[in-house]
């Protein structure tokens, strides 16, 4: 039904009425054993096996130098959790109390009072238990955890062919049975931590009669300044009867109700539609193309004017789509949001730490606002991760940031028998249905690079599959990817779209260029120059890449006084086979290497800055792209890696080239023909503003300022030129740098760079002069 809206004044505190559903916290109070432990110690929860041998000093820190090779028997082990709890009397009386456990990880047995309740397989899923006729006023709930390889091995075992399951750095490759993090196995960026525990809060939930267990609202359409809006109930009921709904918008004082609306005993799944008068700043949009409008409200359940349950929802109007249609290059792969094409400007992001238990408020807030402050509208949950925190997703509500969503599945093929499919079929909906609210949420992907692995990376040949063991094999894939995890996106969130891969199509084939996105590798695995990034530009370029060690100061805490990248306290954390020298072959290209540690440092973020740099300019200036995330731009440990910001929140030179190049005004020099040409990028429908030029030694003497008058229409324009001949005529051209800004009444918007000479001759190679180099950037005027 359509409900018209009225917007009047209400008593706010009316519609903060105590709720009837009862939720208890269970994190507080938690003990620990294992098979190395005398008796029980203090635990942490959330948290995990590590994190609570750590805080109890029983192990140091696994993260410090060269430990985590010497503390892999901490996941060869049994853990038990135990938790003492009392429950009163008057939550006791409730028809219907719940155990809940929002993560735990992985294969665990959990007994309340000696009874088995539950046997857990899956540390992606919520966990829900009726213990209404076990539970007491004095309780322990105690929670076996077993070791995730030894529990899995017997599947690896029984399989009559093998997996590829190339990041699992385990003797037995048993990740691939086991629905838990894949980076937890060990990854080219990740060490190996197989970790136990509550990773996720516990809670006892009671109520009686009804209960609203989800509602979310989403936008059907925006037409002629009117959104068009559902809001999607599920309501647990006791028993059948009349039941009265109302949406109460506590910012706007708008009120929606639905009286008397009959539902069964059991589970209600039913919408009330309605439509809003919108104008455009009301709307919901990424940054950079508008407002991030959200509207806070309140659901309420009653029956009979006694209010039975409440729950706030909040969201934003928009309509967000993929746009994957053929064109005369290929297949378009852009983003419209609220009918706009938008230009998607952001980065990978891993967990962004090994133990999940432990990452507070804090560290998300810091991660969002890195993407906020270097311009980003667009991040990608990568899939051998996790899915995130439900903080996460707000903070990328509030701060206009897109979400690319992978499901866990990444760069390996899985064994799917009835047990499995139904388990992931339930990882998915309790991932789909706690996030589907989020405005932020563009789009649902089903897996990393398991598409392109099974057609370019010859697994076939490698493990000696048979034609139906490849048939098998292929069958599940497509069953997982196409069948199952489309079906659940399609009944639990029809507004988001779905594409089963990312790439479709692998770096090294002509269509990864003209269809669907693009994970270009050419650079760093094929070792090509930065320069073919300028060729290697497809229609959306989700992952590419480059390492850079992380600062000296982050390089302390993690491996001490080490001075060399031979020192195994620095090596072990660096978990690409040839990472090392890979940095220094593209370092060579360009630079002289230098022969101690902080400045080898130094300049792998220079090479690493420079590089991707080429790449985040062509994709936002060749018309066919409509995005660049690079990979990656958090750590899950301190580590060398293709961070942008290190594991302790350090940015990297990567950090800030990126911050430039997503800014609104970005200004830029290149070398065409015998000219320095100077262009600028303006993401405003005009610009209007000043260039200044300054041709300087490296000392600052200045042979020349210039003051050009610029107007400039939104996308690329070239601004001014400058003949290198006639630049070349001034002295000592070895030290000359153009350096030029523009500026927007007097204010500096965006400043550059140009070397009379290229970066990577003779005048160009040293540390040193990098270093002057740079310098002259931060000062000069």
Known sequence: MRISIFIFLLFIASLFSTAQVTTISLNNGWQFSCDSTVGFFPATVPGNSHVDLMNNNIVPDVFYADNESKYQWIGDLDYTYRLKFEVDKTTLANDHIELVFNGLDTYASVFLNGNLILKVDNMFRRWVVDVKNIVRNENI?????????????????????????????????????????????????????????????????????????DVYVSTDSIVNGEAFL?????????????????????????????????????????????????????????????NQHLINMIATLSQRDKQLDQKSVSFGIRTIELVQEPDSIGESFYFRVNGETIFAKGANVVPPDMFMGRVDSSIYERLVAHAVNANMNMLRVWGGGVYGDDYFYDLCDRNGILVWQDFMFAGAFYPLDSAMGNNIGAEARDNITRLRHHASLALWCGNNEIDEAWHNWGYQKAYGWSANDSAEIWHQYEFLFKELLPAQVARYNPETDYISTTPQFGWGREQSMTHADSHYWGVWWGNQPFSVYKQKTGRFMSEYGFQALPSMQT???????????????????????????????????????????????????????????VALLEHQRQPQCSGTLFWQLNDCWPAVSWSAIDYYGRPKALYHEAKQLFAPLYVFAEEVGDSIVIGMKSETESFTGILNVDLLAVDGKNYFSKIIDVSAPKGFSTIAAFSMSDLKKYPNQQDLVLVFSLSEEKIVASKNIFTIMPIGSASWRTVERMRLLYQLLGTAN
């Not at 699992?168 to 629905?179: P, Y």
């Not at 090596?571 to 080898?600: C, S, W």
């Open 555 to 613: 390089i302390r805490q993690f491996a001490g006084n080490a001075d060399s990248l031979t020192d195994l306290r620095l090596k072990a954390h660096q978990k690409h086979p040839t990472g090392y020298q890979t940095i220094l072959t593209y370092m060579e290209r360009e630079f002289d290497v230098p022969d101690n540690l902080e400045d080898f440092v130094y300049l792998s973020q220079i090479v690493q800055a420079r590089g991707l740099s």
């Open 141 to 213: 709930l105690e929670i076996v955890f077993q070791p995730v390889v030894a529990t899995a091995k017997p599947k690896l075992d029984s399989l009559r062919y093998k997996l590829p399951a190339d990041s699992d750095k385990g003797e037995f490759k048993t990740s691939i049975f086991t629905r838990k993090a894949a980076y937890h196995y060990g990854w080219d960026f990740a060490p190996r931590f197989l970790c136990s525990g509550i990773w996720k809060p516990v809670e006892l939930q009671a109520w009686s009669k009804a209960r609203i267990e």
């Open 230 to 290: 559902s809001a999607h109930f599920v309501v647990d009921c006791a028993e059948s009867g009349n039941y009265s709904i109302k949406l109460s918008d506590i910012w706007e004082i708008v009120e929606i109700n639905d009286i008397h609306h009959l539902l069964l005993a059991g589970k209600n799944e039913f919408n009330i539609n309605f439509s809003m008068l919108v104008t455009d700043e009301m709307l919901w949009c990424p940054a950079g193309y508008g």
